[in-house]
């Protein structure tokens, strides 16, 4: 899959099969439009070109800081390679971007430098400036500037339609298992390894402290989980605790730290990812540490029948 990081630096296709939104977690319902696009690409013998944004488009119109993405940008472009398109362009999402109009949208960017011939969206899709393109104007559109579009419907899981909104919702109630139902893949979340108070390595459940590389980047409900984490490309098992350590500290700051297990090394200043499996209790206050140590024991043996 090749990157692009500026409109300008695309070269234009003979026959582009195009899809553009935010793509946020990759979900099940942007794998269908992606599938459809391969589809298309394959039969049609054209190039798949995804087209993206960043930073997301509510920051930038609504000065929105306090969105929470199920995906960095780093996070995206790995999981959309893992779906075997040919482009994706990350385009710079700015105020001047914001006020294209779909109309310029269409004739400069998906024609002019993309060379769309046919155009793949998902449900509900608008673009351009104050949302004012539409399927219905892609329509209208399309055979002015010579391509086709085709509109993907939702897709449904227990009568419920997928979206971001709806995953960021679970993740934030720590839902995680809902919410890779959604993904059809694991949430996940990356981070470098830093210093903690080193109160896990003294009553035997050493935990990496993982700072988290997007400020925007959403953090499930404070809890313990159990998860798988990637480190170096080998994947261990761990439980991981998101809070304030109430028992040894509460400090007032929600940490994230992971006990990974049968590992043995020096992680500090590795970037890890960690995979949510589930989520097994609430964080908790214990009147000993001896009370923890045994709960701790409890989690791991749980985190471990979880994850067999």
């Given at each position: ?8 630096d ?21 794998q ?50 893992k ?10 999402f ?8 779909s109309?310029d949208?269409?004739?400069n ?8 011939k046919k ?24 055979p ?6 085709e ?19 679970a ?21 470098v ?11 035997g ?45 509460d400090?007032g700051?929600?940490?994230v730290?992971?006990?990974v ?5 020096d ?42």
């Open positions: 899959m090749k990157v692009y990081y500026r409109l300008e695309f070269s234009t296709l003979k026959n582009a099969v195009v899809t553009t939104g935010t793509f946020d977690g990759v979900h099940l319902g942007h269908t439009v992606i599938k459809r696009l391969k589809e298309i690409a394959a039969k049609e013998n054209g190039e798949t070109v995804v087209i993206t944004f960043e930073p997301h488009p509510r920051i930038v119109i609504y000065n929105d800081a306090s969105i929470r993405l199920i995906s960095s940008v780093p996070e995206k472009i790995d999981l959309l390679e779906q075997g398109i040919d482009h994706l362009i990350v385009a710079p700015t105020k001047e971007f914001s006020r294209t109009s109309i949208f269409i004739r960017i998906l024609v002019g430098i993309i060379g769309t155009l793949v969206i998902g449900y509900n899709h608008f673009f351009g400036r104050n949302r004012e393109g539409s399927f219905a104007h892609l329509k209208e559109y399309g002015v500037y010579g391509f086709d579009v509109d993907i419907p939702a897709i449904e899981i227990d009568n419920i339609d997928i979206s971001s909104t709806k995953i960021r919702e993740i934030e109630k720590g839902e995680v298992r809902l919410a890779n139902t959604y993904l059809g893949h694991p949430f996940s979340l990356r981070g390894v830093v210093e903690g108070n080193k109160m896990g390595r003294s009553i459940f050493p935990t990496a402290n993982i700072q988290v590389g997007s400020s925007y980047k959403i953090i499930p409900a404070i809890g313990v989980y159990a998860v798988n984490v990637l480190i170096d490309g080998l994947m261990f098992g761990g439980m991981l605790n998101i809070g304030r350590r109430p028992t040894v500290q400090e700051n929600i940490s730290e992971v006990n297990f049968d590992f043995a090394g992680l500090y200043g590795k970037e890890i990812e960690v995979l949510f499996h589930s989520r097994i209790r609430e964080e908790r206050k214990f009147d000993h540490i001896d009370q923890l140590k045994e709960q701790l024991q409890k989690d791991k043996m749980n985190c471990k029948q979880l994850l067999a």
